[in-house]
Protein backbone atom coordinates (compact mmCIF):
# COMPACT_ATOMS: atom_id res chain seq x y z
CA UNK A 1 0.00 0.00 0.00
CA UNK A 2 1.95 3.53 -1.36
CA UNK A 3 -0.02 6.42 0.92
CA UNK A 4 2.02 9.84 0.62
CA UNK A 5 0.91 11.91 3.50
CA UNK A 6 3.53 12.73 5.79
CA UNK A 7 3.35 13.01 9.56
CA UNK A 8 5.90 13.90 12.33
CA UNK A 9 6.41 10.98 14.17
CA UNK A 10 8.52 7.65 14.54
CA UNK A 11 10.51 5.86 17.08
CA UNK A 12 12.54 2.73 17.03
CA UNK A 13 14.65 0.21 18.63
CA UNK A 14 17.23 -2.54 18.26
CA UNK A 15 20.88 -2.96 19.01
CA UNK A 16 21.68 -0.24 16.14
CA UNK A 17 25.03 -1.76 15.17
CA UNK A 18 27.08 0.92 14.07
CA UNK A 19 25.05 3.43 14.09
CA UNK A 20 25.92 6.83 16.08
CA UNK A 21 23.58 7.33 18.92
CA UNK A 22 25.02 9.66 20.76
CA UNK A 23 22.55 10.24 23.98
CA UNK A 24 23.68 9.36 27.63
CA UNK A 25 21.26 11.49 29.39
CA UNK A 26 19.74 10.36 32.76
CA UNK A 27 16.90 7.91 33.05
CA UNK A 28 14.08 9.74 33.17
CA UNK A 29 10.48 9.33 31.07
CA UNK A 30 10.44 12.22 28.62
CA UNK A 31 7.06 11.23 26.74
CA UNK A 32 5.73 7.80 25.28
CA UNK A 33 6.95 6.06 22.97
CA UNK A 34 4.05 4.75 20.72
CA UNK A 35 4.74 1.58 18.68
CA UNK A 36 2.19 -0.38 16.74
CA UNK A 37 2.58 -4.10 15.93
CA UNK A 38 0.36 -7.59 14.82
CA UNK A 39 -1.12 -8.86 18.19
CA UNK A 40 1.02 -12.72 17.25
CA UNK A 41 3.50 -11.46 15.52
CA UNK A 42 7.25 -12.24 16.88
CA UNK A 43 8.26 -8.56 17.54
CA UNK A 44 5.76 -9.05 20.73
CA UNK A 45 8.70 -11.08 22.07
CA UNK A 46 11.15 -8.49 22.13
CA UNK A 47 8.49 -5.66 23.18
CA UNK A 48 7.23 -8.09 26.13
CA UNK A 49 10.68 -8.25 27.28
CA UNK A 50 11.23 -4.48 27.28
CA UNK A 51 8.36 -3.79 29.62
CA UNK A 52 8.69 -7.31 31.60
CA UNK A 53 12.30 -6.01 32.64
CA UNK A 54 11.67 -1.97 33.08
CA UNK A 55 14.35 -1.51 30.16
CA UNK A 56 12.29 1.63 28.86
CA UNK A 57 11.89 3.48 31.96
CA UNK A 58 15.11 2.45 32.77
CA UNK A 59 16.59 4.30 29.72
CA UNK A 60 14.19 7.44 29.77
CA UNK A 61 11.08 6.43 27.82
CA UNK A 62 7.44 5.27 28.27
CA UNK A 63 6.88 2.56 25.88
CA UNK A 64 3.04 1.94 24.51
CA UNK A 65 2.22 -1.24 22.66
CA UNK A 66 -1.07 -0.75 19.97
CA UNK A 67 -1.98 -4.09 18.29
CA UNK A 68 -2.89 -4.58 14.87
CA UNK A 69 -5.20 -6.99 12.88
CA UNK A 70 -2.82 -6.69 9.80
CA UNK A 71 0.69 -5.13 8.10
CA UNK A 72 -1.36 -2.27 6.35
CA UNK A 73 -3.17 -1.24 9.31
CA UNK A 74 0.21 -0.16 10.76
CA UNK A 75 1.55 1.07 7.65
CA UNK A 76 -1.98 3.54 7.70
CA UNK A 77 -1.32 4.04 11.18
CA UNK A 78 2.24 4.84 10.77
CA UNK A 79 1.61 7.67 8.04
CA UNK A 80 -1.55 9.13 9.33
CA UNK A 81 0.70 10.14 12.80
CA UNK A 82 -1.53 7.43 14.91
CA UNK A 83 1.36 5.97 16.11
CA UNK A 84 5.10 6.56 16.53
CA UNK A 85 6.57 3.26 14.71
CA UNK A 86 6.04 -0.24 12.93
CA UNK A 87 7.89 -3.15 11.84
CA UNK A 88 7.72 -3.45 8.39
CA UNK A 89 10.56 -3.84 5.63
CA UNK A 90 12.88 -1.86 3.48
CA UNK A 91 11.03 -2.28 0.31
CA UNK A 92 8.71 -0.68 1.88
CA UNK A 93 10.08 2.40 3.18
CA UNK A 94 12.41 2.57 -0.08
CA UNK A 95 9.36 3.14 -2.26
CA UNK A 96 7.49 5.67 0.62
CA UNK A 97 10.93 7.40 0.25
CA UNK A 98 10.68 7.58 -3.22
CA UNK A 99 6.88 8.91 -2.72
CA UNK A 100 8.50 11.85 -0.90
CA UNK A 101 7.75 10.95 2.79
CA UNK A 102 11.01 11.04 5.51
CA UNK A 103 10.32 7.37 6.77
CA UNK A 104 13.49 5.29 7.96
CA UNK A 105 14.18 1.99 9.29
CA UNK A 106 16.84 0.57 11.81
CA UNK A 107 17.47 -3.06 11.16
CA UNK A 108 15.25 -5.56 13.23
CA UNK A 109 15.70 -8.83 12.49
CA UNK A 110 17.67 -10.86 9.99
CA UNK A 111 15.40 -14.13 10.24
CA UNK A 112 14.61 -15.10 7.28
CA UNK A 113 12.16 -18.03 5.92
CA UNK A 114 13.06 -20.88 3.92
CA UNK A 115 12.10 -23.44 1.59
CA UNK A 116 11.31 -26.60 4.15
CA UNK A 117 10.57 -30.80 3.47
CA UNK A 118 9.95 -33.64 5.41
CA UNK A 119 12.70 -35.24 6.73
CA UNK A 120 12.24 -38.57 4.68
CA UNK A 121 11.49 -36.71 1.76
CA UNK A 122 13.34 -37.53 -1.35
CA UNK A 123 14.43 -33.86 -2.09
CA UNK A 124 17.92 -33.35 -1.24
CA UNK A 125 19.16 -30.95 -3.25
CA UNK A 126 17.76 -27.49 -5.34
CA UNK A 127 17.96 -29.41 -8.20
CA UNK A 128 15.18 -32.20 -6.84
CA UNK A 129 12.61 -29.61 -6.11
CA UNK A 130 11.94 -29.25 -9.89
CA UNK A 131 8.62 -30.58 -10.59
CA UNK A 132 6.64 -30.60 -7.35
CA UNK A 133 4.71 -28.94 -5.60
CA UNK A 134 5.25 -26.20 -3.32
CA UNK A 135 3.49 -23.89 -1.02
CA UNK A 136 4.50 -20.26 -0.55
CA UNK A 137 3.26 -17.75 1.95
CA UNK A 138 1.93 -14.49 1.00
CA UNK A 139 1.86 -14.22 -2.34
CA UNK A 140 4.11 -13.74 -6.13
CA UNK A 141 5.60 -11.16 -4.65
CA UNK A 142 7.36 -11.94 -1.19
CA UNK A 143 10.80 -11.14 -1.08
CA UNK A 144 11.91 -14.45 -0.21
CA UNK A 145 9.67 -16.61 -3.31
CA UNK A 146 11.58 -13.56 -5.44
CA UNK A 147 14.93 -14.30 -4.14
CA UNK A 148 14.92 -17.67 -4.51
CA UNK A 149 13.96 -17.76 -7.83
CA UNK A 150 15.95 -15.52 -9.33
CA UNK A 151 19.20 -17.93 -7.35
CA UNK A 152 17.48 -20.79 -9.00
CA UNK A 153 17.27 -19.17 -12.17
CA UNK A 154 20.99 -18.01 -12.03
CA UNK A 155 23.01 -21.03 -10.20
CA UNK A 156 21.05 -23.66 -11.53
CA UNK A 157 19.18 -22.31 -15.14
CA UNK A 158 15.47 -23.29 -13.46
CA UNK A 159 12.24 -21.04 -13.68
CA UNK A 160 10.90 -22.97 -10.78
CA UNK A 161 7.47 -20.84 -10.84
CA UNK A 162 7.82 -22.43 -14.54
CA UNK A 163 8.82 -26.06 -13.76
CA UNK A 164 6.80 -26.49 -10.26
CA UNK A 165 3.09 -26.07 -9.21
CA UNK A 166 2.93 -23.59 -6.89
CA UNK A 167 0.31 -22.87 -4.12
CA UNK A 168 -0.09 -19.32 -2.58
CA UNK A 169 -1.54 -19.49 0.77
CA UNK A 170 -2.28 -17.64 4.50
CA UNK A 171 1.64 -18.96 7.09
CA UNK A 172 -0.31 -21.01 8.92
CA UNK A 173 -1.98 -22.74 5.95
CA UNK A 174 1.21 -23.52 4.31
CA UNK A 175 2.57 -24.81 7.35
CA UNK A 176 -0.59 -27.04 7.64
CA UNK A 177 -0.92 -28.28 4.41
CA UNK A 178 2.76 -28.90 4.10
CA UNK A 179 2.40 -31.00 7.44
CA UNK A 180 -1.04 -33.01 5.92
CA UNK A 181 1.35 -34.39 3.09
CA UNK A 182 -0.39 -32.23 0.67
CA UNK A 183 2.56 -30.36 -0.38
CA UNK A 184 5.87 -31.40 -1.22
CA UNK A 185 8.13 -28.42 -0.32
CA UNK A 186 6.82 -25.31 2.11
CA UNK A 187 8.18 -21.91 1.74
CA UNK A 188 7.66 -19.98 4.95
CA UNK A 189 8.45 -17.10 7.38
CA UNK A 190 11.26 -18.13 9.34
CA UNK A 191 9.24 -18.70 12.56
CA UNK A 192 6.97 -21.30 10.94
CA UNK A 193 10.03 -22.50 9.51
CA UNK A 194 11.45 -23.11 13.04
CA UNK A 195 7.91 -24.63 14.00
CA UNK A 196 8.15 -27.45 10.91
CA UNK A 197 12.01 -27.86 12.26
CA UNK A 198 10.41 -29.04 15.27
CA UNK A 199 8.23 -31.42 14.06
CA UNK A 200 10.34 -33.47 11.39
CA UNK A 201 10.54 -30.80 8.81
CA UNK A 202 14.34 -30.03 7.77
CA UNK A 203 15.55 -26.82 5.66
CA UNK A 204 16.11 -27.57 1.85
CA UNK A 205 17.55 -24.23 0.97
CA UNK A 206 16.56 -20.72 2.73
CA UNK A 207 16.20 -17.05 1.64
CA UNK A 208 19.38 -16.14 3.52
CA UNK A 209 21.45 -18.87 1.17
CA UNK A 210 20.13 -17.27 -1.98
CA UNK A 211 20.40 -13.40 -0.99
CA UNK A 212 24.21 -14.59 -0.28
CA UNK A 213 24.57 -16.20 -3.96
CA UNK A 214 23.20 -13.17 -5.02
CA UNK A 215 25.72 -10.35 -3.73
CA UNK A 216 25.18 -10.12 -0.35
CA UNK A 217 28.39 -10.14 2.12
CA UNK A 218 26.51 -10.74 4.99
CA UNK A 219 23.18 -11.20 6.42
CA UNK A 220 21.03 -8.36 5.80
CA UNK A 221 17.71 -7.68 8.27
CA UNK A 222 14.40 -8.60 6.15
CA UNK A 223 12.47 -5.96 8.61
CA UNK A 224 13.00 -2.92 10.90
CA UNK A 225 11.96 -0.95 12.82
CA UNK A 226 10.55 2.39 10.60
CA UNK A 227 10.00 5.88 12.08
CA UNK A 228 9.65 9.34 10.56
CA UNK A 229 13.43 10.65 9.82
CA UNK A 230 12.39 14.19 10.99
CA UNK A 231 10.73 12.43 14.49
CA UNK A 232 14.31 11.22 15.20
CA UNK A 233 15.96 14.57 15.04
CA UNK A 234 13.91 16.10 16.74
CA UNK A 235 13.06 13.76 20.04
CA UNK A 236 17.08 12.87 20.51
CA UNK A 237 15.96 11.47 23.78
CA UNK A 238 13.38 9.17 22.90
CA UNK A 239 15.04 7.55 20.17
CA UNK A 240 18.41 7.23 21.92
CA UNK A 241 16.49 5.57 24.59
CA UNK A 242 14.60 3.38 23.05
CA UNK A 243 17.48 1.88 21.16
CA UNK A 244 19.33 1.42 24.50
CA UNK A 245 16.08 -0.56 25.63
CA UNK A 246 15.57 -2.74 22.67
CA UNK A 247 19.42 -3.47 22.36
CA UNK A 248 19.44 -4.50 25.93
CA UNK A 249 15.84 -7.02 25.34
CA UNK A 250 18.00 -8.27 22.47
CA UNK A 251 21.20 -8.90 24.35
CA UNK A 252 19.07 -10.78 26.89
CA UNK A 253 17.00 -12.69 24.24
CA UNK A 254 20.43 -13.72 23.09
CA UNK A 255 22.19 -14.82 26.13
CA UNK A 256 19.32 -16.12 28.94
CA UNK A 257 17.21 -19.00 28.38
CA UNK A 258 15.14 -18.59 31.40
CA UNK A 259 14.18 -15.45 29.65
CA UNK A 260 12.53 -17.75 26.69
CA UNK A 261 11.26 -19.72 29.32
CA UNK A 262 9.19 -17.06 30.70
CA UNK A 263 7.98 -15.62 27.55
CA UNK A 264 6.85 -19.29 26.19
CA UNK A 265 3.11 -18.78 26.44
CA UNK A 266 2.96 -15.57 24.82
CA UNK A 267 5.56 -17.54 21.73
CA UNK A 268 2.97 -20.67 22.39
CA UNK A 269 5.86 -23.07 22.12
CA UNK A 270 7.21 -25.38 24.71
CA UNK A 271 9.97 -27.90 24.56
CA UNK A 272 12.12 -28.97 21.14
CA UNK A 273 9.68 -26.34 19.77
CA UNK A 274 10.70 -23.44 21.82
CA UNK A 275 14.22 -24.33 21.81
CA UNK A 276 14.54 -24.20 18.00
CA UNK A 277 12.39 -20.92 17.85
CA UNK A 278 14.69 -19.55 20.47
CA UNK A 279 17.93 -20.36 18.65
CA UNK A 280 16.70 -19.06 15.27
CA UNK A 281 15.53 -16.00 16.42
CA UNK A 282 19.16 -15.54 18.32
CA UNK A 283 20.63 -16.27 14.67
CA UNK A 284 18.53 -13.22 13.36
CA UNK A 285 19.79 -10.78 15.80
CA UNK A 286 21.57 -8.41 13.84
CA UNK A 287 25.39 -7.60 14.50
CA UNK A 288 26.59 -5.73 11.36
CA UNK A 289 27.20 -1.91 10.83
CA UNK A 290 24.08 -0.24 9.44
CA UNK A 291 26.26 0.56 6.28
CA UNK A 292 26.89 -2.92 5.56
CA UNK A 293 23.48 -3.96 5.74
CA UNK A 294 22.53 -0.62 3.51
CA UNK A 295 25.26 -2.11 0.85
CA UNK A 296 23.98 -5.13 0.56
CA UNK A 297 19.75 -4.04 0.65
CA UNK A 298 20.95 -2.30 -2.30
CA UNK A 299 21.95 -4.93 -4.05
CA UNK A 300 19.04 -7.09 -3.81
CA UNK A 301 16.77 -4.29 -4.56
CA UNK A 302 18.24 -4.47 -7.76
CA UNK A 303 17.64 -8.28 -7.90
CA UNK A 304 14.22 -7.88 -6.62
CA UNK A 305 13.41 -4.59 -9.02
CA UNK A 306 14.35 -7.01 -12.20
CA UNK A 307 12.07 -9.72 -10.73
CA UNK A 308 9.15 -8.62 -9.18
CA UNK A 309 8.85 -5.16 -11.36
CA UNK A 310 6.77 -2.13 -10.82
CA UNK A 311 4.38 -4.03 -8.65
CA UNK A 312 7.21 -4.65 -6.27
CA UNK A 313 9.25 -1.24 -6.14
CA UNK A 314 7.01 1.08 -8.26
CA UNK A 315 9.09 3.21 -10.52
CA UNK A 316 12.51 3.65 -8.89
CA UNK A 317 14.57 0.92 -10.02
CA UNK A 318 17.16 1.77 -7.14
CA UNK A 319 16.65 1.67 -3.27
CA UNK A 320 15.66 5.16 -2.13
CA UNK A 321 19.08 6.76 0.00
CA UNK A 322 18.06 6.75 3.13
CA UNK A 323 15.76 4.27 3.44
CA UNK A 324 18.38 3.19 6.24
CA UNK A 325 19.08 5.38 9.20
CA UNK A 326 22.61 5.96 10.10
CA UNK A 327 21.84 7.32 13.70
CA UNK A 328 21.69 10.67 15.75
CA UNK A 329 24.97 11.54 14.78
CA UNK A 330 24.34 12.59 10.58
Known amino acids: ML ?34 VLKFGTVSWELDTIKHHGLDAANGVDLEIAYFAGEDATNVALLAGDIDMIVTDWLWVSRQRSAGEDVTLVPYSSAVGAIMVKDDS ?21 KSWLLLQAFYQRDHGIDLAARDTVVFGAPPLISEKAIQG ?12 ARLEANGFRRLVG ?8 GAKGPVAAIGYVFHEQWAHDHPRAIGG ?16 DEWLRLAPLVQAEGKELEILRDRYREGIPT ?43
Not at 300 to 329: C, D, H, N, S
Open 3 to 36: ISRRSVIGVMGLALAGAAVTWNGPAMANGNVRIG
Open 122 to 142: PIRAPADLVGRKIGVAGGPLD
Open 182 to 193: ELDAALNYWHFC
Open 207 to 214: ASDAAMAL
Open 242 to 257: FVKASAAAKQLLATSD
Open 288 to 330: RPVAEEEADAARLYRVLAEIGGEKLVGQAREMAPGTFWPGLGT
